[in-house]
Structures are given as structure tokens and as C-alpha cells.
């Protein structure tokens, strides 16, 4: 299905996975930087560490995208974004970075931390927009989670996305208020990356 745009003049139109999609790299920024201050991070270092992870996030998601559908970037122009691609390619671009500038390994690990508490916050309102767009349509199923799409009802990933995804932001807060340090990083590793194995069982 197409995305839901508005259309503004003759030229331009506003879609709403892109508006999501941009709403969320700005909410995990701030989310980050938020974070960064509890764990007295240095503001400079943050920024930086932030500014790596989106630049390099977009373009590691491309390049994954590019893997899996290689015939798009030549057809189409645009070959989207995946979310693990992003994902793994601003983790590295901030440990790189940190490794160049001379950060031990136990000051790289708060860092890594904050990537992993605002990563959950940004990917649930980037995936609004593909919930609203109804662009990842699953295997059939007459359950309660399906949506109707044409031809029939089918699991909609999105939906399901966001519902994992605001569960996590749910259990973080949660784990904030109890433990000082919870590894955020690896719990988020973790979690989405095991949804992530069940939920492209249904594609």
C-alpha cells in the first residue's frame, strides 16, 4: 500500500512514514541526551556520539536494504531502510568513534548504553508511520491481530512492531527507576533482535 501523504501544492506532499521516520531520529536524539546527563556523560561527547549513530544509522539501513533488494536502488531510485541495518551501523560508527578518541573500554559501555535506552524510543515512532502506511503486510491469519489489506486479513508487521516496541519502552522506564546501570545495549540486542527472528517468520 502507498504511503499516506498530504499533498502541499503542485509539487510537494508530506507522507507520513517519512514525517514519523524524521519525528523519531529527533525524539531518540533528545531521549539520548536526556539519558547521557543521568549517566554524567560529557555533552560534547554525546553529541557527537549521537550525530555518528543517525548519520551512520541511515546509511547502514540503506545499505542493508540495498542487500536484500539490490534491483530497487537501479529501478526505482529509492531502496528504503532496515531497521538492523541501522541499527548495527551506528553501533559501530560510535564504537569506532569512541575507540579513536581514546576511550577505554569501561567509558565505551555507558555510551553504548544510552544507544540502547533511545533506540527503542525512536524505532516505535518511526514505526507509527509504517503502521500508518500498512507497507509490511504478513502471512494471512483470521486472529485478533490481523488487519484487513485487500485480497483478505493479514498480520500488519508494523502494528505488531509498535506494540513490541512501546512494551520495551515500557519495561526501561521500568528498569530505570530499579537499577542504576541495567545494560541497556545488550537488553536491547536481545529482545528486538529475537523479535525480529519470529516476526520475519511472517512475512
Given amino acids: 500500500m502507498s504511503p499516506r501523504c498530504l499533498p502541499l501544492g503542485d509539487y510537494f506532499e508530506v ?12 525524539f531518540a536524539y533528545w531521549i539520548g541526551l536526556r539519558q547521557a546527563r543521568r549517566m ?9 556520539m549521537m550525530l555518528s549513530a543517525l548519520i ?15 534491483v530497487r536502488l537501479w529501478r526505482f531510485g529509492y531502496i528504503g531502510l532496515a531497521s538492523m541495518g541501522g541499527i548495527f551501523g ?17 567509558g565505551v559501555v555507558p555510551c553504548l548504553d544510552v544507544l540502547g535506552y ?7 515512532v518511526g514505526r ?18 490481523a488487519v484487513r489489506f485487500p485480497g483478505g486479513s493479514r498480520y500488519d508487521l508494523g502494528v505488531l512492531e509498535v506494540g513490541f516496541l512501546a512494551c520495551l519502552v515500557l ?4 528498569l530505570r527507576q530499579k537499577f542504576a546501570q541495567p545494560w541497556y545495549c545488550s537488553l536491547f540486542l536481545c529482545a528486538y533482535g529475537f523479535f525480529r527472528l519470529i516476526i520475519d517468520s511472517l512475512h
Fill in 15 to 26: 507522507c507520513s512514514f517519512h514525517l514519523f521516520l524524521y519525528s523519531g531520529m529527533l
Fill in 40 to 48: 554524567s556523560i560529557p555533552s560534547p561527547l554525546i553529541h557527537r
Fill in 56 to 70: 551512520c544509522g541511515v546509511l547502514g539501513a540503506a545499505a542493508f536494504k540495498w542487500v536484500y533488494f539490490p
Fill in 90 to 106: 551506528g553501533l559501530l560508527s560510535v564504537i569506532l568513534m569512541l575507540w579513536a578518541l581514546g576511550n577505554p573500554w569501561p
Fill in 118 to 124: 533511545c533506540a527503542p524510543h525512536g524505532l516505535l
Fill in 128 to 145: 507509527v508511520g509504517c503502521a500508518l502506511s500498512h507497507d509490511h503486510p504478513g502471512v494471512r491469519s483470521g486472529g485478533f491481530l
Fill in 171 to 174: 519495561v526501561f522506564a521500568l
